[in-house]
């Protein structure tokens, strides 16, 4: 599924007193794994801010939760994009130990105009970026 991939390890402070991964780390988790995506693409997000005036924002997120990971897992958290629109992304997103999904996610990413948080079409060079991404996945 996923055309990026970003290895993560599992921490004590990532779990409940059980070892067991607490459920909004795995969002956590998948915004990282966003930043680390956008950086292999050649963007950086602060860079965008700075020279674009734009941010991301989580618009929608649908999060299925099938297996727990747990203290010391190593952790493989993919992003797949599923479309780019003018204003928009769509990802899917899974987090798997060993080859199994332990969570899914679907999220939608809105570009906003960073001093109004309006929506703003997302800048050309990402857009040509993200559609040639696309074309190859």
């Not at 779990?15 to 995506?37: I, K, P, Q």
């Not at 299925?64 to 747990?70: G, H, W, Y």
Request: a negative charge.
């Amino acid at each position: 599924m996923a055309e990026f991939s970003w290895p993560l390890r599992i921490y004590y402070e990532d779990t409940d007193c059980g070892g067991v991964v607490y459920h909004a780390n795995y969002l956590c988790f998948m915004e990282r794994a966003r930043s680390e995506w956008l950086r292999a693409l050649g963007f950086e997000q602060d860079v965008l801010r700075q020279q674009c005036s734009v941010l991301f924002a989580v618009a929608q997120i649908s999060v299925e939760f099938l297996l727990p990971a747990r203290f010391n897992d190593e952790l493989e958290v993919g992003v797949h994009l599923v479309d780019s629109r003018r204003v928009s992304l769509n990802l899917s997103q899974e987090i798997c130990r060993a080859g199994k999904v332990l969570c899914r996610a679907e999220v939608r990413i809105a570009c906003l105009q960073a001093d109004t948080l309006r929506p703003h079409p997302i800048p050309p060079q990402l857009l040509a970026k993200l559609r040639e991404a696309l074309i190859h996945s």
